[in-house]
């Protein structure tokens, strides 16, 4: 059974840092890309950042610059770090995975960013 967990949310200042970490499991998924959203109650889910299998990775406009994506292939680990946090990137991440046609997700890691 694959499985993402998630970790790393928390409560921050606007200016601040938060590493988000996403471990999966039941398979090795080192050639697979994997992707950030994030969703607020109520709003459409958006895309954040990408990694592909070979590292490529790919940003919303919205985080350009403050937001890195990276992977531990050894760990099987896909990481988010967030600098220079804005209120407005408040918000539930979501960790998924793609496997061909299918998608995996993990439940979802709290970020919240005061003013």
């Known amino acids: 059974q694959v499985q993402l967990v998630e970790s790393g949310g928390g409560l921050v200042q606007a200016g601040g840092s938060l590493r988000l970490s996403c471990a999966a499991s039941?398979?090795?998924?080192?050639?697979?890309?994997m992707d950030w959203y994030r969703q607020v109650p109520g709003k459409q889910r958006e895309w954040v950042a990408a990694?592909?299998?070979?590292?490529?990775?790919s940003y919303a406009d919205s985080v350009k610059g403050r937001f890195t994506i990276s992977r531990d292939n050894a760990k099987n680990t896909v990481y988010l770090q967030m600098n220079n946090l804005k209120p407005y990137d408040t918000s539930v991440y979501y960790c998924?995975?793609?496997?061909?046609?299918?998608?995996?997700w993990g439940q979802g890691t709290q970020v919240t960013v005061s003013s």
């Open positions: 998924k995975l793609r496997v061909i046609w299918r998608e995996y």
């Open positions: 039941g398979g090795t998924f080192v050639r697979n890309d």
């Open positions: 990694i592909t299998g070979g590292g490529t990775t």
